[in-house]
Structure formats: C-alpha cells, structure tokens
C-alpha cells in the first residue's frame, strides 16, 4: 500500500467536511432561526442617527417597526420593565440598543405571558433586557430587537426569548458613541 501524505488527507477531510455543510440547509448556530411563536430573525437596514435633544421627533422614519438603529434619545436610560403608564418612546427603545440593550416590545398579553416576560428581565437578564409596552403591534405580538437585529412572535417563547438575549445583549453596536 502507498502512503498517502498527512497534508493531502487532511485536505481531503476538509474538502469532505465543506462539501457536507453546503448541503445542511440548517441554519447556522446561533443564527436565530425561528421557533413555533418566533418568526425568523431579520436584518433590517442598520441607520445612522444622532442623539435626539429632549422630546424632538426623528427627523426620518426607522428602516424597521419597532426600530432596531438610527436616531436615539440622550442620556443613560434604565433597562428594565416598563409598564403602560410609561412605554419606552422608539428613541428611548433605540437608546437601549445602542447600550447593548435588548428591548422585547409587546402589545396586550394576558397576565401570565406579561409576569414570564417581566420575569426575565427582572431576573436572569436585569440590566441587558428591557420590556415595554408598543402599540404598532398586533395584539399578543412580541417583537425582540438589538443593534439591527429583530424577531416578531406571536406570543411569549421563554426559550426563544432566552436564546436572542444570550445571543445579542451586550453586543457593541455600530452607532460609533
């Protein structure tokens, strides 16, 4: 028998191993592929933006509903729950992100959908995951975003939510301040 050189099997191994993955139309770890409540994440445009002095408007519309970059409200802003009475404005939602923030907006769950959510963010995720309300949902819709990043639910996936956090909050964004 030949012996055949180390280099060339290991080229042979990793042609093999390319060739086997280009045929896996899985989605690739941490992807964030969708889930039976989560639609697929998406990309939306990332935007530039500035700070926006007080409660001065954005001077051009989101690339994204809810926003996922551009123009942002000034100063440091608490990432935690906020309820009915208070929703983050899209600014103060875009503010979280730019901290490396995930904000889950959502728009009239039941009691138990809203205390597992609070839960979260109150727990395993204080400080990196903000809830609020935001009325340009469909009723039980809850809508994951980061730096350019989102995801719409049709209801509260723990899991789901877990795994977007884990994978998005504390990420540095591209708003350069």
């Not at 290991?10 to 039976?36: E, K, M, N, V």
């Amino acid at each position: 028998m030949k012996a055949v050189p180390l280099a060339a099997l290991a080229a042979t191994a990793i042609a093999i191993a390319l060739s086997l993955s280009a045929c896996d139309d899985r989605p690739a770890a941490g992807a964030g592929s969708g889930s039976d409540a989560c639609g697929e994440i998406q990309r939306p445009p990332v935007q530039g933006g500035e700070h926006l002095i007080g409660d001065r408007e954005p001077p051009v519309e989101y690339s994204s509903v809810p926003p996922t970059s551009g123009w942002h409200s000034s100063g440091a802003l608490q990432i935690a729950v906020r309820g009915e009475d208070d929703p983050l404005t899209e600014p103060e939602q875009v503010s979280v992100l730019e901290a490396g923030g995930v904000v889950a907006a959502h728009r009239d769950l039941d009691a138990q959908q809203r205390r597992e959510l609070e839960a979260l963010a109150a727990g395993e995720y204080s400080g990196r995951l903000a809830v609020t309300p935001y009325d340009r949902l469909e009723a039980g819709q809850v809508a994951l975003t980061a730096w350019g990043v989102l995801q719409l639910c049709d209801a509260v996936d723990v899991e789901a939510i877990r795994a977007f956090a884990d994978a998005h909050a504390g990420q540095a964004t591209e708003a350069g301040h």
